[in-house]
């Protein structure tokens, strides 16, 4: 079946250095790849996402970018901040129309941002 | 609007108890779903129900039971709890309704089961 391996399962990382965490899956009709961030005690918040129709996208101090033909995501935080301490899970469906998307999810990376 | 809400946040069970976990959400999605988090296995699909009278199993639906009471009510009951289900339970939404659908799933804070 569909899985997805998510690297590294722990990072630490000093305040306003840039932090990479990667995914590879293994269904290549996977369409749809968001991450999620989790904070202590709380459930998952989607912080990005990019369908397969998309190499990059932006959004402030994070990005992600997606190669298709190696099967392998990542999403890149740059000048990291304190608040950025949380658990990161990535995620790939395959999204369709009317139906619900199967959401495959990484063992998570858990993210430490050091004052 | 307060998006996906869940109760209890946290419970404690005896082996052999049963329990139902209650999910709404507000945001007039279609799909609704229940996953089980466990340290270091992400969060694994238990029961989904991708619209309001249909439910399916998931990746994980052994010990659980499921029930879409209405379009904004999802609940999870545990009918024998064993201590294999002690876990963190999120519910989540999405809409994938043409042409509004997103994909993105919206979860609940969880409720954190410890079954002794």
């Known amino acids: 079946g569909e899985n997805v391996e998510q690297h590294p399962s722990t990072l630490s990382v000093q305040e306003g250095d840039s932090a990479v965490i990667k995914c590879t899956y293994s269904?290549?009709?996977?369409?749809?790849f968001p991450w999620y961030k989790q904070e202590l005690g709380k459930g998952p918040q989607l912080i990005i996402d990019?369908?397969?129709?998309?190499g990059e996208k932006k959004d402030q101090r994070i990005a992600v970018t997606l190669n298709k033909t190696a099967k392998h995501f990542s999403l890149h935080i740059t000048e990291t901040q304190p608040e950025d301490s949380a658990v990161y899970f990535c995620?790939?469906?395959?999204?369709?129309?009317?139906?619900?998307?199967?959401?495959?999810f990484g063992a998570g990376t858990r993210l430490a941002v050091h004052p | 609007n307060a998006g996906v809400t869940q109760t209890p946040k946290f419970q404690v069970l005896k082996t052999g108890q049963s329990m139902t976990l209650q999910c709404a959400q507000d945001?007039?999605?279609?799909?609704m779903y229940w996953y089980r988090q466990d340290p270091g296995m992400g969060l694994r699909l238990i029961y989904y129900?991708?619209?309001?009278?249909?439910?399916d199993k998931g990746e994980v639906p052994n010990g659980y039971n499921v029930s879409r009471l209405n379009k904004r009510e999802f609940s999870l009951r545990l009918e024998s709890a064993a201590p294999s289900q002690t876990s963190v339970y999120f519910c989540?939404?999405?809409?994938?309704?043409?042409?509004?659908?997103?994909?993105?799933?919206?979860f609940g804070p969880g409720t954190r089961l410890t079954v002794l």
């Open positions: 989540a939404s999405s809409d994938n309704t043409e042409p509004t659908s997103t994909d993105t799933q919206y």
């Open positions: 269904d290549s009709a996977s369409n749809y």
């Open positions: 990019i369908r397969s129709n998309v």
């Open positions: 995620a790939a469906s395959l999204a369709r129309w009317g139906g619900y998307n199967k959401l495959i």
């Open positions: 945001m007039n999605h279609n799909s």
């Open positions: 129900s991708a619209s309001e009278g249909t439910t």
